[in-house]
């Protein structure tokens, strides 16, 4: 049953995604833009490209001819997977779903107008005179998006009038490729953030893991835990919305689906048809099945009869400082004295400033204080240093 499979993306996701593939006797080809990528490192292959030059990313495809094209980031020509699907190709999950959620137009209003899931009100603009009606339609505060962008680029709150042209100006230039569009978003005064992290199967149920919690900076994740306390009723509100939004992308494999949990119910944010960067708690042993581990299976057609809870958990980034290369870490040492507790370097070739390059992971019983175990995680992950040449 051995598959060729043509990883887009060879970050730390994609990088623990090659290792479960492979721990089921997969051939993985790895893409990525830059070479010695992490998920380079481990498979058996690899191709340098620019993954939005779509002549690039098709003379890859015919060279190789994958059984499964495997997409791990949003910057790729995505609309090229639905001639790859015409030429029998699987494209995981799908290339709808690869289209649609690279699109924050798509999606919201997949989610929003079609399936009816409680979502912020929002609207669009493609210039600034109509971003700035539209921010006066919305309300001051609101959030602004690029439609394209990813990793929180381009991303702000506008909090006061005199933020509309700076928050606009920060939008194009996060905007990913020509696509010069905005969505204009009501800010939603929640509790928390969660991901609940969804499989869908070719042959069974879809399944939910327990709720992952977690905390962002500028558009990125700076730490996760799970479980993360919901009330019975916004958990089951989550799964429903979480359950229509992925049968309307269509497809086999792990989604993280994002939700703010407010005093008035859960709210649909976001959704990445992959494993998500919060998951990498699950990398603590927190599942019986790390969420890399779900969606190597899922895209194989693997049965997974359940997933279980079997710790509590979290994890938390070391980020690097400052531009350069060859980087190198201190305190890994002392950090690894601590008990319950693990840590993953990345081995990426080069840094900037607040590039992931590493994860601290920590780990307790069921039950334990999921607060305290997110606290060590963020402690001991303060205590690595990233430096480099």
């Not at 997949?110 to 979502?119: D, I, M, S, Y």
Request: glycine share 6%; charged share 25%; proline share 4%.
């Amino acid at each position: 049953m051995q598959k060729k499979i043509l990883l887009l993306g060879s970050g730390e996701l994609g990088k623990e995604l090659v290792i479960a593939l492979q721990r089921l006797g997969q051939h993985v080809i790895a893409v990525d833009s830059y070479a010695s990528a992490p998920a380079m490192q481990v498979a058996h292959e690899f191709e340098v490209i620019n993954m939005l030059d779509g002549d690039a990313l098709d003379k890859v495809v015919a060279k190789h001819k994958p059984d499964l094209i495997v997409p791990e980031i949003e910057a790729i020509r995505t609309e090229r997977f639905y001639e790859y699907e015409k030429q029998g190709i699987t494209v995981v999950p799908s290339a709808k779903a690869a289209n649609f959620t690279m699109n924050r137009k798509a999606i919201r209003d997949l989610a929003a107008k079609e399936l009816g899931l409680r979502t912020a009100n929002y609207k669009y603009a493609t210039t600034l005179e109509a971003f700035t009606q539209a921010v006066l339609e919305i309300g001051i505060p609101c959030v602004v998006k690029p439609l394209m962008s990813s990793s929180g680029k381009g991303q702000s709150v506008v909090k006061t009038k005199e933020d509309i042209a700076k928050a606009w100006n920060y939008a194009m230039e996060g905007s990913r490729g020509d696509y010069k569009e905005v969505i204009i978003e009501e800010f939603i005064k929640f509790n928390s953030e969660i991901t609940l992290l969804t499989v869908t199967q070719k042959n069974g149920n879809t399944l939910f893991c327990p709720p992952i919690g977690h905390r962002q900076e500028r558009g990125d994740y700076q730490e996760s835990w799970q479980p993360c306390a919901i009330s019975d009723t916004d958990l089951k509100d989550a799964q429903d919305m979480a359950a229509k939004v992925t049968k309307a992308l269509t497809g086999n494999g792990i989604w993280g689906v994002e939700f703010f949990l407010t005093d008035k119910g859960v709210y649909f944010s976001e959704l990445s048809p992959r494993p998500h960067d919060t998951g990498m708690a699950t990398l603590a042993g927190t599942q019986n099945l790390s969420e890399f581990e779900l969606h190597a299976r899922a895209i194989l057609g693997l049965p997974i009869p359940e997933i279980t809870l079997e710790r509590t958990g979290a994890s938390a980034v070391v980020l690097a400082t400052q531009e350069g290369k060859n980087p190198t870490y201190t305190g890994i040492e002392e950090v690894l004295h601590n008990k319950l507790m693990d840590v993953r370097i990345f081995n990426k070739p080069t840094t900037r400033p607040y590039r992931r390059m590493a994860v601290v992971l920590t780990y307790d019983i069921v039950g334990a204080d999921v607060n305290a175990v997110k606290e060590r995680a963020i402690k001991l992950a303060k205590e690595i240093k990233v430096s480099s040449e």
